[in-house]
């Protein structure tokens, strides 16, 4: 095709020219006006009339291989004016006709149905169409949008194309050009409404937050058009919605036109876009802000945020909270000396240590289960990997008398009931689960965990990860850290190594938003006669980062040797003869380490752990038994029970 073929009066020997245009030309008082601007340049020969209520245009290398489309499109051969209905509903999204003009909207009927359509342009052709039927509802079973069909040989590129302008009118590149991209075309055309230029929207809006892979909805990238034009922009400001698929489309788009280079446009709280921006919205009762508003956000743009860098316009959500709220403490276990110590939340990395027989495992047991029962209503549930306590029924029935106070065994004097033993189960059996996999059952998580190294840091992630995924669990227990099959290659040190894994551990919490506890045995401890000093963070075998990084760091020690009074000793005692075991021996509880100032405070208290794992404060019951001896030497019930005593009557303060 020629331009001659389509009555366009040429110019030999120029390339971009002015002349009258054939199709409204001859209807005019200037009838000689030239108001038709050709380019002629290879493989780039377009036309377009630059009278508004004309627009006629075209492309000469492109036109023929679209002339379908054109057709489907009920594009009329020029610009008419659009009915009531239509000006209504652009006028309720905040556009005018100059914008809808500039846009080339038009409008048919179908069904009944007013149709708003929008084209698609490649230099000055129609290659497409989206349609919006200005009269849905969702008791309608056809669609409120819908394009062309591709078997008519459609594009999906960007709408808006055809608008863009890269030079002045000298033909000279413009620097600093700036192209914005917005998710929808009423987010675009709100931006030519409000003055600006150089917009365009993405053809298929935001990505479905379930999809997989994006070739289908990124495939325009692709595209020689759109690459060139694309190409010539150096910023790039991202106008998407603000819901999660706004910024999955928005985190895509960073990826492909380089995150440098882009910018990202964000709204006033509670609205989800700039259309909502400048015209409001009633259902949800936000009010237009108008060209003002929409200049405000162009102006507040901020640059595209990426891993590692946050500003504080990014976690706007978070500053609130403590802003209403302050710095809260963790959870708490319900027994007030020890939330002093510490309290724990979701993201934290605990450490506990202590010497052999010290009771760490005992002591952490019962307060994971005191910590579920005081929050019982927030459902807790624990992972914990402790091969130290197998088998694993041990540690089960273990978890059911803490929670008790009962014996699991029948037939004692302390056992638990049956509807006791039914109840502990059914509590066991919601809130923990024990990782307990060997060589001849585990799960390979898709090949990821071997045979050989079924308790690796990376299976038993995987076994977290999958608990997370299903139980939403809220921590973790591992114990002890020397039963995890560690990997540690030759060339690093031990040193390197344990800190580089308890990087692993923290980047693991904060990325699936758990809480984790981990049991690690102190080096050799040196002896205060024949009972061991208590230890501290730093005498835990490997690296000073044991203190150093973790959040809170538990030091949990028994005095387990007593010297005996110098007159209980015989003449010529060897040292080990002048030492009694303290089988009662108060177990001391020290927060050694706690990085935030709301979880707790350092210091000590001690505790006195009763038959079955329980434990209770040692002043606290001290003062009890006295008030006790006190009250039955005055009533003369010597019979009375133990605040800590349960029986049957007792068993609805039980969690079940």
């Known amino acids: 095709m020629t331009f001659e073929e389509l009555g366009i009066k040429t110019k030999p020997g120029l390339k971009r020219y002015a002349t009258i245009c054939p199709q409204c030309s001859k209807n005019r008082k200037k009838s000689t006006a030239p108001c038709l601007t050709v380019n002629d340049e290879v493989d780039n020969r377009w036309f377009k009339c630059n009278h508004t209520e004309c627009g006629w245009s075209g492309n000469l290398d492109i036109m023929e291989k679209f002339d379908k489309v054109k057709k489907e499109s009920k594009m009329p051969p020029q610009q008419r004016a659009l009915t009531m209905p239509v000006m209504e509903y652009l006028k309720k999204r905040g556009l005018t006709l100059t914008t809808a003009r500039k846009l080339k909207l038009y409008e048919f009927q179908q069904g ?7 084209p698609v342009f490649q230099y000055f052709t129609i290659v497409n169409a989206k349609f919006l039927n200005i009269n849905w509802h ?5 669609l409120k949008w819908w394009q062309l069909s591709q078997d008519l040989g459609t594009k999906i590129i ?19 050009n700036r192209l914005i991209w917005t998710e929808g075309e009423i987010d675009m055309a709100t931006w030519y409404e409000c003055g600006y230029e150089n917009i365009i929207s993405v053809p298929q809006g935001a990505p479905s937050i379930k999809a997989k892979d994006f070739k289908k909805e990124f495939a325009y990238f692709d595209d020689p058009y759109v690459k060139s034009q694309v190409s010539l922009f150096d910023i ?8 999660e698929a706004g910024k999955r489309l928005a985190e895509h788009l960073g990826i492909l036109l380089g995150k440098d280079k882009c910018r990202i446009v964000r709204y006033p709280i509670g609205y989800k876009d700039i259309n909502e921006v400048s015209a409001g919205s009633e259902e949800k009762g936000l009010a237009p802000l108008g060209k003002k508003g929409v200049d405000e956000c162009y102006v507040n743009i901020v640059s595209f945020p990426i891993k590692g860098i946050i500003k504080a316009s990014y976690i706007n959500d978070d500053l609130r909270k403590i802003r209403e709220d ?15 110590l510490f309290t724990v939340k979701r993201k934290l990395l605990m450490v506990v240590t202590g010497i052999p027989s010290a009771g760490k495992s005992t002591w952490i047991r019962w307060w994971v289960v005191e910590l579920i029962r005081y929050n019982i209503d927030l459902g807790l549930k624990f992972a914990m990997f402790t091969p130290e306590n197998r088998p694993v029924a041990r540690e089960y ?13 029948k037939g004692m004097n ?7 033993y039914r109840k502990s189960m059914i509590f066991v059996e919601k809130h923990f689960f024990i990782i307990s996999p060997d060589k001849i059952n585990f799960e390979d998580f898709g090949g990821q965990v071997k045979q050989e190294a079924v308790n690796t840091t990376k299976s038993i992630q995987n076994y977290l990860i999958y608990l997370i995924k299903t139980e939403n669990i809220f921590g973790y227990i591992i114990d002890a850290w020397n039963k995890i099959e560690h990997e540690q290659p030759k060339y690093m040190s031990e040193t390197n190594f344990i800190s580089q894994q308890l990087d692993k551990w923290i980047d693991f919490n904060e990325y699936y938003d758990v809480f984790g506890c981990i049991i690690a045995h102190p080096r050799k401890i040196d002896q205060q006669g024949m009972s061991y000093k208590m230890p501290s963070l730093y005498d835990i075998k490997g690296t000073s980062a044991w203190k150093e990084k973790v959040d809170i760091g538990l030091v949990i020690h028994r005095y387990m040797m007593r010297k005996k009074e110098q007159e209980d000793i ?22 050694e380490k706690i990085r935030f100032e709301e979880l707790g405070v350092m210091d000590k208290i001690k505790m006195e752990m009763k038959a079955w794992g329980q434990f209770h404060v040692f002043e606290r019951k001290q003062k009890k038994k006295t008030e006790n001896k006190a009250m039955q030497q005055q009533t003369g019930d010597i019979t009375q029970k133990s605040i800590f005593e349960i029986d049957d009557e007792d068993s609805d303060d039980l969690p079940f």
């Open 138 to 142: 969702d008791k309608l079973k056809s």
């Open 570 to 591: 015989p003449d010529g005692a060897e040292e080990d003869e002048k030492w009694f075991v303290v089988r009662n021996a108060p177990t001391i509880i020290w927060s």
């Open 112 to 118: 009944g149905n007013t149709i708003l359509a929008w």
């Open 414 to 420: 302390n056992s638990m009931s049956d509807e006791q």
């Open 236 to 243: 790039h400001y991202l106008s998407v919605d603000s819901d």
């Open 326 to 340: 302050g710095f809260t403490p963790g959870l708490k276990c319900g027994i007030p000396e020890v939330d002093r």
């Open 397 to 409: 029935a273990k978890i059911a008398e803490a929670l008790t106070g009962f014996s699991v065994k």
């Open 158 to 176: 960007p709408i808006g194309m055809h608008l863009l302008r890269t030079h002045d009118k000298d033909g000279n590149r413009i620097i600093g």
